[in-house]
């Protein structure tokens, strides 16, 4: 495993989330979801790398994140998984097992319970530090009546980055 400097991860998964997503899991090796993200951010956050990670809460992995204290953000790197990033973006783990509908492989993380995406090259592993949801008030009327039309406001789920490596060879 290579350990990777924060401008290098940075921006590795600003282009993959640019490029189609990138794989958001919560749960342990025995309930784990994942899910596609396309909005986030690495960044630094009372004096911690921390990576900041919004869903809905309507999606099965909301609940996840609420019931445990970790999740894993795993990033395409030397096959960007589009048909897999489609399928955990578009079905929900409620109803069918992600991981055998995309052909995707759980591994164990090196610091969390959450697994990983053993088909990506990128990993964080992550504590959630804090929960905040979006405060409509507070928001833009454009980006409001834009990405919100049904009041279902993402929750953002603050992340110490605990470990962070690259499984490519």
């Known amino acids: 495993m290579k350990k990777l400097a924060y401008q290098e991860t940075a921006n590795a998964v600003l282009d993959a989330m640019l490029k189609g997503g990138v794989f958001l899991t919560a749960g342990n090796?025995?309930?784990?979801?994942?899910?596609?993200?396309?909005?986030?951010?690495?960044?630094?956050?009372?004096g911690k790398g921390v990576f900041l990670a919004v869903v809905r809460p309507q999606r099965h992995t909301y609940s996840l994140l609420n019931k445990y204290d970790t999740f894993t953000v795993s990033v395409p790197t030397a096959d960007p998984?589009?048909?897999?990033?489609?399928?955990?973006?578009?079905?929900?783990?409620?109803?069918?097992?992600?991981?055998?509908?995309?052909?995707?492989?759980?591994a164990p993380g090196q610091e969390?319970?959450?697994?990983?995406?053993?088909?990506?090259?990128?990993?964080?592993?992550?504590?959630?530090?804090a929960k905040q949801t979006f405060e409509p008030v507070l928001m833009d009327g454009e980006v409001k009546d834009r990405w919100y039309a049904a009041h279902d406001y993402h929750t953002k789920f603050y992340g110490e980055i605990i470990a962070c490596y690259s499984t490519d060879e």
């Open 81 to 106: 998984l589009k048909k897999e990033l489609a399928i955990c973006g578009s079905k929900s783990g409620r109803d069918l097992d992600k991981w055998e509908a995309a052909g995707l492989t759980k």
């Open 29 to 46: 090796m025995e309930d784990a979801n994942t899910m596609t993200i396309g909005w986030g951010a690495v960044e630094v956050m009372w």
């Open 112 to 129: 969390v319970d959450t697994p990983i995406v053993k088909e990506c090259g990128l990993h964080f592993e992550c504590r959630i530090l």
